[in-house]
């Protein structure tokens, strides 16, 4: 295992949430589906300008690109538009919280994906890490709405709940398709897989959601380009955090890369409290101090 995964699954995690952040303020400007399309439009000639960078100072030529690296790219492409599309109709019925709780339930899928499928073995450390992690997410999204354990139990019939463990479902996949189709690229260090890798899937992705657009949501287009200084910001911290995330996966298992990432909640809540000066909860209190010690508990296995 490479020990790059480590400062790559912290990263990825800082910068997402510094993305989700900036994300959300571009949403008074653009619909879901424009503050979506930005993610890839805008994040694709930074990830270019990344894989070339790396691949120039490695002096590295770029790999060649099969079908089956093709198919999985594909596949990890598609998988992460369908879970955010299953992450945004989870919001639709009126359960945000709710929806990106169980969406967060990614982790133990990506280890129940990778046991099953590819006989990727986690010691017995890590799952208590993983399930550690997990847990303290659920608290922190749904004890902060008064839920008891038996209301949280209900919840899972709820149709937000269904459409987010769906959501998670798609993401453990695109995590597990990426960490193959980096897996199938020859001559190229771990650094190097993910960058090219990520240019792949982000040219796909741009293809597929501006096609989409092009012919249902054509004013969207134009507000894209009108907000181009905002939207370019929200693409290089997409860029970055992917970047981050393809070395992880492509260095370690999947599952460990996501448990660790989970600090992301830890920025935002650190955010909310020593910059936006918000009191600490218990819950809150209770899901970080899980969060933190799944980390440590996925650290220790390793």
């Not at 790059?4 to 400007?29: C, D, N, V």
């Not at 369908?82 to 133990?108: D, M, P, W, Y």
């Not at 993401?171 to 199938?184: D, M, Q, R, S």
Request: proline content about 3%; some cysteine; hydrophobic content about 60%.
């Amino acid at each position: 295992m490479n020990p790059i995964w480590l400062p790559a699954s912290l990263f990825g995690g800082l910068f997402q949430a510094w993305r989700t952040a900036l994300q959300q303020r571009l949403r008074a400007e653009l619909s879901v589906s424009g503050a979506g399309l930005v993610r890839y439009l805008y994040g694709l000639p930074f990830a270019l300008a990344f894989a070339v960078a790396w691949l120039g100072a490695r002096h590295a030529a770029l790999p060649p690109l099969g079908l089956a690296f093709a198919g999985l790219s594909a596949v990890g492409a598609v998988t992460q538009m369908a879970g955010t599309i299953l992450l945004i109709t989870a919001f639709g019925h009126r359960g945000f919280v709710v929806g990106t709780a169980f969406s967060k339930t990614e982790a133990v899928q990506a280890a129940l994906v990778t046991a099953l499928f590819l006989g990727e073995q986690l010691p017995l450390l890590a799952w208590a890490g993983i399930v550690a992690g997990v847990a303290g997410v659920l608290i922190l999204a749904l004890a902060g709405r008064g839920l008891t354990l038996r209301e949280i139990a209900g919840s899972l019939g709820q149709p937000a709940a269904l459409f987010g463990l769906g959501a998670g479902s798609m993401f453990a996949c695109a995590a597990v398709a990426i960490k193959l189709a980096t897996a199938e690229l020859q001559g190229v260090d771990t650094v190097g897989s993910a960058l090219v890798t990520l240019v792949v899937v982000m040219a796909m992705q741009s293809a597929l959601h501006l096609a989409w657009i092009i012919a249902r949501d054509r004013e969207t287009l134009a507000a894209v380009g009108r907000t181009w200084r905002s939207s370019a910001q929200v693409g290089l911290l997409s860029a970055l955090g992917s970047a981050c995330w393809y070395t992880g996966f492509a260095a370690a298992p999947a599952a460990l890369v996501r448990v660790v990432g989970q600090v992301e909640v830890v920025f935002t809540i650190a955010f909310a409290h020593f910059y936006l000066r918000e009191p600490v909860r218990w819950h809150e209190t209770l899901g970080l101090l899980l969060v933190v010690g799944g980390v440590i508990l996925a650290l220790l296995s390793t």
